[in-house]
T-cell receptor, first 110, second 115 residues
Framework: TQLLEQSPQFLSIQEGENLTVYCNSS?????LQWYRQEPGEGPVLLVT?????EVKKLKRLTFQFGDARKDSSLHITAAQPGDTGLYLC??????????FGKGTKLTVNP | GAGVSQSPSNKVTEKGKDVELRCDPI?????LYWYRQRLGQGLEFLIY????????KSGLPSDRFSAERTGESVSTLTIQRTQQEDSAVYLC?????????????FGNGTRLTVT
């Protein structure tokens, strides 16, 4: 059983469109991280959310942590081809290891 | 200084051979992680080190896999008697310490192909 479920698994959109991807779990977490991975590279941290209901903005990216701290969303406004990549959410699992979801593969077409 | 460095970047090996993958973490980072990423998939946890100790080895797929870390620095992941299902990108990451305030810094991975 996956600790973190990410949806959708794949998303292909046109430049300028808005999109939202989700990270869900039945467990409660003290914090949650979002990473982006581009082809041929390792993931890079985008944001950490720690408070239920918290909203953080990073330019055109808006991250929200659910009130119950079981889920999170990432919204991208006016997507650009440079946003293309694999978006991964991650939480500290048992024994303090960082556990990742399977990711959402986003393609933004020019 | 430099980020996390992994070598080799690509490795092609024949089934049954042993391989050794190397990770040089960011200097001063006490925590070091190994993950495996199969094509088009997310990251599968293998093992992590706090200093030179490995508190959690639960992700190692079989006894063919082993890892060590020395001098709270370099780590090597060894796969013995490689199988085709071992083909994947092996990612190493380091962090200042193990908590949510310390983000993971990843290397670019070693792409392993077992023929």
């Amino acid at each position: 059983t996956q600790l973190l479920e990410q949806s959708p698994q794949f998303l292909s959109i046109q430049e300028g469109e808005n999109l939202t991807v989700y990270c869900n779990s039945s467990s409660v977490f003290s914090s949650l991280q979002w990473y982006r991975q581009e082809p041929g590279e390792g993931p890079v941290l985008l944001v950490t959310v720690v408070t239920g209901g918290e909203v953080k903005k990073l330019k055109r990216l808006t991250f929200q942590f659910g009130d119950a701290r079981k889920d999170s969303s990432l919204h991208i406004t006016a997507a650009q081809p440079g946003d293309t990549g694999l978006y991964l959410c991650a939480v500290l699992g048992g024994s303090e290891k960082l556990v990742f979801g399977k990711g959402t593969k986003l393609t933004v077409n020019p | 200084g430099a980020g996390v460095s992994q070598s080799p970047s690509n490795k092609v090996t024949e089934k049954g051979k042993d391989v050794e993958l190397r990770c040089d973490p960011i200097s001063g980072h006490t925590a070091l992680y190994w993950y495996r990423q199969r094509l088009g998939q997310g990251l599968e946890f293998l093992i992590y080190f706090q200093g030179n100790s490995a508190p959690d080895k639960s992700g190692l797929p079989s006894d063919r896999f082993s890892a060590e870390r020395t001098g709270e620095s370099v780590s090597t992941l060894t796969i013995q008697r490689t199988q085709q299902e071992d083909s994947a990108v092996y990612l190493c990451a380091s962090s200042y310490q193990v908590d949510y305030n310390s983000p993971l810094h990843f290397g670019n991975g070693t792409r392993l192909t077992v023929t």
